[in-house]
């Protein structure tokens, strides 16, 4: 069974950072790609940021690029979302998922259940 935490949420002020992780379990971590979206109240679910399998490739929506990184390690099963300057617009449920490379929600099988990041201006 295919499992994602994510960790990390909270309440941050505008311009600051947050740092989220993803912990997963139940298949081999270093065989797929992995993903953030987020969705925000009253709107469908994005896409913030993917990274192939090995880490070597990675690719953000065009509203996070230069804020946001995402990274992984292999070895700790951890997905990673460094977002800097952040803005009440970034203010969503941010949610990891375990797939192939691409920017869709249905480049992705499983999801984990999300956490609440929430920029006050």
């Known amino acids: 069974q295919v499992q994602l935490v994510e960790s990390g949420g909270g309440l941050v002020q505008a311009g600051g950072s947050l740092s989220l992780s993803c912990a997963a379990s139940?298949?081999?971590?270093?065989?797929?790609?992995m993903g953030w979206f987020r969705q925000a109240p009253g709107k469908e679910r994005e896409f913030v940021a993917t990274?192939?399998?090995?880490?070597?490739?990675?690719y953000y929506a065009d509203s996070v690029k230069g804020r946001f990184t995402i990274s992984r390690d292999n070895a700790k099963n951890t997905v990673y979302l460094q977002m800097n300057s952040l803005k009440p617009e970034d203010t969503a449920v941010y949610y990891c998922?375990?797939?192939?490379?691409?920017?869709?929600?249905?480049?992705?099988?499983?999801w984990g259940q999300g956490t609440q990041v929430t920029v006050s201006s």
């Open positions: 998922a375990t797939g192939r490379w691409g920017a869709s929600h249905r480049d992705y099988d499983y």
């Open positions: 139940g298949r081999t971590f270093s065989s797929y790609a």
């Open positions: 990274i192939s399998w090995s880490g070597s490739m990675s």
